[in-house]
């Protein structure tokens, strides 16, 4: 029988636990844009008491709860500022410029993920002059994906969010992987997101949920976003069923998803610890994973596109698959239903394609 698939490109792609699948079945329904859905309700009240804010919204994605979030802050015209290879401006097919008709004023993360705040001083914009944007609302992202899911702390986000008080904007926080930094700094939601005005947060990642995202804010702010979900057609029915599994994965302890983030951490870091041993694994230092992204390099700086392919083509034929990244990167995402000896087997086929990509491009990975 041949070996079963580790699918490391992303935790997007895991799948529900079979208590999700027996909810989702059993789940009371209503008709959510009447906003009688029992399953909703109870899942947006619960989103909103465990990150401490007023009111929750359930969206299809975190794009869309990004985007609703940017409509409800923003006028037209407006401008962000926000890393420059945050999701929101990189990922998200520029719906801030499409849709909400918002400019991006960028600042490249640092190694930790953050910008520098003084940079964030920097961008805003003076509201006199009429040649410039308003400046209109302050973005953060909490894990840092490009960073390799760097976790932001509150003290970080507590300065970020006293910037953005004085300049009179709000701060909105693209928390898709929020859970994972709340685990990785032993803290909690509420203290990461207390000086944000608003976050999304992605149920359909590690917490394995198939679907949705969840956006928190004030009462008012999240009235807003709810006519700009219905807007871009947003706005769903019996959708007590994708709601269900959202509230097992955010209960607390180990009867929730949230704790077993730390496995992934784990594994995370041992697949690191040992990729960045091999000769033709470059650009690794395994102390920087902190969370659940592994990003390193193939080959050298001048083969590593080719080899990059090559190495991810005979992975591939060994069952196991990771996805290019910017930057001529590699990336290994780990998740639930990646056990700690999966680990081993995706370091031997690792092994034996590293060895094959040299042999087959003639050129020594070592
Ligand atoms: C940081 C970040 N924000 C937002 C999203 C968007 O989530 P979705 O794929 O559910 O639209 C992603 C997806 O990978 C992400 O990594």
């Known amino acids: 029988m041949p070996d079963r698939l580790l699918d490391l490109r992303s935790d997007t792609v895991t799948h529900p636990t079979p208590e999700m699948r027996r909810a989702m079945a059993e789940a009371e329904l209503g008709d959510d844009v009447f906003r009688d859905d029992p399953t909703v309700i109870e899942l947006e009240e619960r989103a909103a008491e465990l990150t401490g804010k007023e009111a929750a919204l359930f969206v299809p994605s975190g794009t869309m709860g990004n985007l609703v979030s940017l409509m409800a802050h923003v006028a037209r015209g407006g401008e962000i500022i926000t890393e420059a290879e945050s999701h929101i401006v990189y990922d998200e097919a520029a719906g801030h410029a499409v849709v909400v008709g918002a400019s991006a004023r960028t600042i490249p993360a640092r190694d930790d993920g953050t910008m520098d705040p003084g940079a964030i001083h920097a961008a805003f914009r003076d509201p006199a002059d009429p040649h410039e944007p308003l400046s209109a609302l302050v973005c953060l992202e909490n894990t840092h994906g490009h960073s390799m899911g760097q976790p932001l702390d509150a003290a970080y986000t507590a300065e970020v969010g006293a910037i953005a008080r004085e300049r009179g904007v709000p701060l909105h926080v693209d928390g898709a992987r929020i859970f994972n930094a709340v685990v990785a700094l032993g803290t909690t939601v509420r203290e990461l997101l207390a000086a944000a005005d608003s976050a999304s947060f992605c149920l359909s990642k590690g917490l394995a949920c198939p679907v949705g995202s969840i956006v928190v ?10 006519r700009a979900r219905k807007l871009l ?4 029915r019996q959708v007590g069923v994708l709601a269900a599994p959202g509230l097992i994965a955010l209960r607390d302890g180990p009867r929730g998803m949230i704790e077993r983030l730390a496995e992934d951490h ?3 870091r041992r697949l690191a610890e040992e990729l960045s041993q091999l000769p ?3 650009g690794l230092d395994p102390s920087r994973v902190r969370t659940n992204f592994v990003l390193f390099r193939v080959g050298s700086a001048q083969t590593g596109t080719a080899q990059r392919a090559a190495f991810l083509d ?15 990167q590699v990336r290994a995402v780990t998740h639930y239903g990646i056990e700690a000896a999966d680990i081993d087997r995706v370091l031997r086929s690792c092994r034996s394609a590293l060895a094959g990509v040299g042999d087959r491009l003639g050129a020594s990975v070592a």
């Open 217 to 226: 804010g004030r009462r008012e702010f999240i009235w807003r976003a709810r």
């Open 280 to 282: 033709g694994i470059y």
């Open 233 to 236: 057609g947003g706005g769903m």
């Open 314 to 328: 005979a992975l591939a034929r060994d069952g196991i698959l990771m996805v290019e990244y910017p930057h001529g």
């Open 266 to 268: 784990l594994n995370a």
